[in-house]
């Protein structure tokens, strides 16, 4: 397998690449960016044979299996469809898109070439979500009616990247950090169908401030919401609850959890409990501490190999996901700026 990363910056070298070496019979044989200076000396760095800025260029000349898009997420539209046009097996960081209408297509053409099209929602891949989603499966909740999402951050600006530009990222800590929550939460409920969204967002701290534990940040450029607050209803009656922030004047300093109430137990994702109540006694069913590795980065890009030489393994977040997820998202911002709820 032929290997080609779009997009040579800090998730391409530190998540990407490292997995997809470690993977026997795959090999990284190009990589492109925007600016030629940062091609090459990726390139270099990593002992890769080729660095290209012209994309077309690349896919012609490289002919990949497998294209990695780890570009800033406003070009992961154009980057996926080319890359597929070139029949290309794609692996696309999160989030899939900026708009849904994107994700949509860029699913539709995958369908239609029979390529596999997989989002990098490496929360999947945890050990905990593993285990509680079998449990949930298995019905240990029994019918699960209240789930909590929480993706908090006290003082987490980021202050590097591209974070706070609208127009690059398309958002904030919802399309940062929250998709995350979204996607896992929605992979071990087994994809429950949305009847309406609401939600409210906040710009209370991200324009005043210019310091925080997550580095620096020009205030004058920090143009996304720097919390959202939401709620999913369910067709199935279910509610779900959804807090984002990068800050936030919190206790905790950060907080990244799912919490399930189902009629027979609940369950909380990090660390994994499983509790019910006996005559007002809790009682818990489950419980495991945390991995003592973490493997999720490595088993996120090993399954998409593994699903593009063949695989029925039905662990990736495929492009029909990552549709869904991008409805979700872009839903809850529409209704944030509008002040109204969003029947989907
Ligand atoms: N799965 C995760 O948990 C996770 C973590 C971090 C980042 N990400 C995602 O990865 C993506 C990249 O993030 P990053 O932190 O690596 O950013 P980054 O800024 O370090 O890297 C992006 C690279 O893309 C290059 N680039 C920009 N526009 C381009 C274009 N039009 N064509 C080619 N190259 C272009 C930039 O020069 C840069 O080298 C984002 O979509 C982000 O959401 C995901």
Known sequence: MRVAIIGGGDVAE????????????????????????????????NQIAH?????????????????????????????????????????????PSIAASEAKEMNDLAK?????????????FSEETAILRNKVQEGM????????????????????????SKDLQGGGPLIDIGIHMLDSAFFIMGFPEVKKVTANMFQKIGPYKSEGSFGTWNPDQYEVEDSLFGSIELKNGGLIHIDTSFALHMKQAKKLNIEFAGD??????YPLEIYTDENGELVT???KGPADTDDRERLSIHSFIHKCLGSQEEWIANGAEGYEIQKLVESLYRSAEIGESIYL
């Open 285 to 287: 069913l489950f419980e």
């Open 51 to 95: 660095a290209y800025t012209d994309l077309e260029e690349m896919l012609s000349t490289e002919k990949p299996d497998i294209v990695s898009v780890c570009t800033p997420n406003k070009h992961h539209y154009h980057h996926v469809m080319e890359a597929l046009k070139a029949n290309c097996h794609v692996l696309c960081e999160k989030p």
């Open 112 to 124: 239609e070439k029979g390529l596999v099209l997989a989002y990098n929602f490496q929360h999947r």
């Open 14 to 45: 530190t998540k990407h690449l490292p997995n997809y070496r470690s993977y026997e019979g795959v090999e990284v044989v190009a990589v492109l960016n925007r600016r030629g200076e940062k091609a090459c000396s990726f390139a270099e760095r």
């Open 264 to 269: 027979q137990a609940g369950a909380s994702l």
């Open 141 to 164: 909740l029994g019918d699960i009616y209240y789930t909590k999402l929480s993706a908090l951050r006290r003082s987490g600006v980021p202050g590097w990247g591209n974070f706070i």
